[in-house]
């Protein structure tokens, strides 16, 4: 709680670097209840760096009613699954982040469908009406997670066809 303290000292932060400070769940929820209890609008934190905080699934879905607020996501190496990016990407919260880093978790093809899916719908909307824009995705880190090589070309050949604008680094 010091740490909300000291951010809530500074209203003008636009980025906060938590990386290798165990928050784990507990104080992953009591850090998005704060972010959420001063109005959105009143925050400026766009870039939110929690690598290494043992989020697990469970913190990595507490960060949900912010992703409609940052504009970057670090969260490598946190023991996320694909049970927890499912959870994340089937959620009907807007998702505004325009880069996604998941490197070294523990995701594997149930969560790349899930976020292809996600991204691809989004996408496919804004074609039809570029006012429903729901997703600036532009980046997604899943490098070092359990994907095969195989999963990555297929994902690569769908997402050229159905989602160009959206880079997947493997």
């Known amino acids: 709680s010091m740490l909300l ?52 699934d469970d913190g990595f879905c507490k960060l949900l009613p912010v992703l409609d607020a940052l504009t970057y996501l670090g969260a490598r190496d946190n023991g996320i699954t694909s049970a927890g990016l499912i959870t994340v990407m089937t959620s009907t919260q807007m998702i ?12 594997g093809e149930p969560g790349v469908h899930a ?30 997670n359990d994907i095969s090589s195989a999963l990555a070309a297929s994902t690569e050949a769908f997402l050229k ?4 604008l959206l880079t997947v680094i493997w």
Request: proline share 4%; with cysteine.
């Open 161 to 164: 066809i159905h989602n160009p």
């Open 96 to 107: 505004q982040l325009q880069c996604l880093d998941l490197a070294g978790n523990q995701i």
């Open 115 to 144: 976020l292809t899916e996600r991204f691809q719908q989004e996408h496919k909307r804004s074609l039809w009406n570029p006012k429903q824009l729901t997703s600036t995705i532009e980046t997604v880190n899943l490098s070092n």
């Open 5 to 56: 303290n000291l951010i809530s000292l500074s209203p003008n932060l636009k980025s906060l670097d938590l990386s290798n400070n165990y928050l784990g769940p507990k104080g992953c929820t009591d850090m998005v209840m704060w972010m959420t209890e001063n109005e959105k609008e009143n925050f400026s934190l766009r870039s939110l760096e929690v690598s290494g905080c043992g989020l697990g």
